[in-house]
C-alpha cells in the first residue's frame, strides 16, 4: 500500500527557532500534497495544498511567509515554520495524492506534535 | 474553506450496540470519503461516496449518501473496542475539508 513517512515525529523547541518537517512519499509518486494542522480534539484544518514544482496554494488566514512550503520533487514536501511561538504547538500532518489511484484518496502520514517553549 | 458538520460530536456506546455518524453539508458534494484516525494516530481512508443514493458495505459497517448527495452517514453494527476513534468525513475534489468529526468510545 501507499506509504507517507513524516520526519521528525516530534519537536520542542525555543520561541523564535525555525522548524521544518518533512513529509516523504515512500513507495509512489505524490502529484499532490496537503498539509493540516490538528488541534487537541478538534478537525484537521488544512492549511496548504502543494503540487510538485508550483506554489502552494494556502487556505484563508494562513500566513504563506510564516509557514513555508516547499514540493521539490514527486516523494518530497517540507514544512517550514518559521520563528515559531507557542501558539504554533499542535500536530502537524501531512498527506499525499497520486494519480491513477482508485479513489483519489489521501494517505497520511504519522504526524509530527509541535511543541514551542 | 467550507467544512461539513458532523453529529453527533462524541458518542459512547457500550460495546455491542450500534453506532451512526451523520455529515451534513449545505451544498451539493460531487463526492465524500470517510476516514478514521484512532487515538494518537493518523487518518485512515475508509470508503468513497459518488452517486447520489448510494450505500456500500464493509462487514460490520455501512456508508450512505444521501439522495441530494447533501449528506452522508455511517453506521457501525455491533460495535467492538476495536471501533474505538474518530470518524471524519471529507467532501472530495481538489482539496480536502474535513467535516468536524464525531468522537467514539467503546465501553467493554
Known amino acids: 500500500g501507499a506509504v507517507v513517512s513524516q520526519h521528525p515525529s516530534r519537536v520542542i523547541c525555543k520561541s523564535g527557532t525555525s522548524v521544518k518537517i518533512e513529509c516523504r512519499s515512500l513507495?509512489?509518486?505524490?502529484?499532490?500534497m496537503f498539509w493540516y494542522r490538528q488541534f487537541p480534539k478538534q478537525s484537521l484544518m488544512l492549511m496548504a495544498t502543494?503540487?510538485?514544482?508550483?506554489?502552494?496554494?494556502?487556505e484563508q488566514g494562513v500566513e504563506k511567509d510564516k509557514f513555508l512550503i516547499n514540493h521539490a520533487s514527486l516523494t518530497l514536501s517540507t514544512l517550514t515554520v518559521t520563528s515559531a511561538h507557542p501558539e504554533d504547538s499542535s500536530f502537524y500532518i501531512c498527506?499525499?495524492?497520486?494519480?491513477?489511484?482508485?479513489?483519489?484518496?489521501?494517505?497520511f502520514g504519522p504526524g509530527t506534535r509541535l511543541t514551542v517553549l | 474553506g467550507q467544512q461539513v458538520m458532523q453529529i453527533p460530536q462524541y458518542q459512547h456506546v457500550q460495546e455491542g450496540e450500534d453506532f451512526t455518524t451523520y455529515c451534513n453539508s449545505s451544498?451539493?458534494?460531487?463526492?465524500i470519503q470517510w476516514y478514521k484516525q484512532r487515538p494518537g494516530g493518523h487518518p485512515v481512508f475508509l470508503i468513497q461516496?459518488?452517486?447520489?443514493?448510494e450505500v456500500k458495505k464493509q462487514k460490520r459497517l455501512t456508508f450512505q449518501f444521501g439522495e441530494a448527495k447533501k449528506n452522508s452517514s455511517l453506521h457501525i453494527t455491533a460495535t467492538q473496542t476495536t471501533d474505538v476513534g474518530t470518524y471524519f468525513c471529507?467532501?472530495?475534489?481538489?482539496?480536502?475539508?474535513f467535516g468536524t468529526g464525531t468522537s467514539l468510545t467503546v465501553i467493554p
Open positions: 498527506s499525499a495524492m497520486t494519480l491513477g489511484s482508485q479513489y483519489n484518496e489521501q494517505f
Open positions: 461516496l459518488v452517486k447520489s443514493g
Open positions: 451544498t451539493t458534494l460531487s463526492n
Open positions: 513507495d509512489f509518486q505524490a502529484t499532490t
Open positions: 471529507a467532501p472530495g475534489g481538489s482539496q480536502f475539508y
Open positions: 502543494s503540487n510538485e514544482g508550483s506554489k502552494a496554494t494556502y
